[in-house]
């Protein structure tokens, strides 16, 4: 697996990270044990960037991750932690906003490192902007827990390029993960030129665009309780029939490579730049491996305009997050 460093003062990662989230909420139900071997097929192969979250699972994928780590070395992985979201006792998340005051900051990290059973957690960010709490507040409560050596490197997520600024004043912002295939390609206006400039990498998130990009999605396919995607405009009616017709495109390109839709979605987001790390949220071994096969795939100038001729930029139908979830994210303002 190849590296990358996560800007100009972040940890050296593998090319291709895997996200966990899947593993513990928002897909439905997930089988715990094949999400045990797959954290650990994906440190076999060489990636060492895991994200997750406090709130996934209220807890339960930090708890998972703890136990795929308990047969390895602590320094084989680079984990990556969100905080601020809260929930019902049901799971359901609060609509309020994000809890990311320096008081929550200095609260919730003792709960990660418990059930994460680490000394520290490798970069630390909050999920979400809270309009009411500066951003200076924020990372300035992260930047005393790097001080005091409870975290290593400050993050963010979803955030825009006057706020990203705003936060590397106060510190250096190793990277800025942020939704970003071929689906949904915002970040390219504004926001990379701005982590470009300031030396912060991207993680990007949502690289299959929860699966839409998989090619294994059909019209067909029933969602089980409590999946997001059933409340997300790409998935619905009209949208989803004109998103896979994108994705017919796509597979029309990949054939010819020898490779499937997912590989060349994948490595799409690999060339965009050696600051940009994707993040795969595979819940099983098999979807992992087809994942990582796109780690391998070069594409040339050619293929990469035929990619671009069969999903061009702007063509998704239907917003990422549904509106009250729009609505939330400073890098779409």
Do not use: C
């Not at 800007?7 to 996200?19: F, N, Y």
């Not at 957690?121 to 309009?131: E, K, M, Q």
């Amino acid at each position: 697996m190849h590296k990358r460093t996560l800007g100009t003062t972040g940890p050296t990662v593998s090319a291709l990270g895997l996200g966990t989230m899947g593993m513990s909420a928002l897909y439905g139900p997930a089988d715990e044990s094949e999400s045990i071997a797959t954290v650990h097929a994906a440190l076999d192969a060489g990636v060492t960037l895991l994200d997750t979250a406090d709130f996934y699972g209220q807890g339960h994928n930090e708890l998972l991750i703890r136990e795929a780590l308990r047969t390895r070395r602590r320094e084989d992985a680079v984990i990556s932690v969100k905080f601020g979201a809260r929930t019902e006792p049901s799971g359901a998340f609060q609509h309020a906003a994000y809890d990311t005051t320096p008081s929550a900051v200095r609260d919730r990290v003792g709960y990660t490192l418990r059930r994460l059973g680490t000394d520290h957690i490798d970069i630390y960010r909050p999920a979400r902007l809270n309009p009411d709490v500066p951003i200076e507040d924020t990372v300035g409560a992260i930047a005393d827990l790097v001080e005091a050596g409870y975290v290593r490197h400050i993050g963010l997520s979803e955030v825009g390029a006057e706020t990203l600024r705003r936060a590397a004043a106060v510190h250096p912002i190793a990277d800025l993960q942020i939704e970003y295939s071929l689906l949904s390609r915002g970040v390219e206006d504004r926001i990379l030129p701005a982590a470009r400039e300031l030396g912060t990498a991207v993680t990007a998130y949502g690289v299959l665009s929860r699966g839409l990009l998989s090619g294994h999605w059909s019209p067909e396919r029933a969602l089980p309780a409590g999946d997001f995607r059933g409340m997300s405009p790409r998935f619905q009616g009209e949208n989803l029939t004109a998103n896979l017709r994108l994705v017919e495109a796509l597979r029309a390109v990949a054939e010819p490579l020898g490779a499937t839709v997912a590989q060349v979605a994948v490595a799409w987001v690999l060339s965009r730049g050696e600051d940009v790390v994707p993040l795969v949220g595979a819940r099983r071994r098999d979807r992992l491996a087809e994942s990582l096969g796109g780690a391998e795939l070069a594409l040339s100038p050619a293929d990469l305009a035929a990619i671009e001729e069969a999903v061009p930029p702007g063509s998704a139908v239907g917003e990422r997050y549904a509106a009250p979830q729009m609505a939330m994210l400073d890098s779409e303002r």
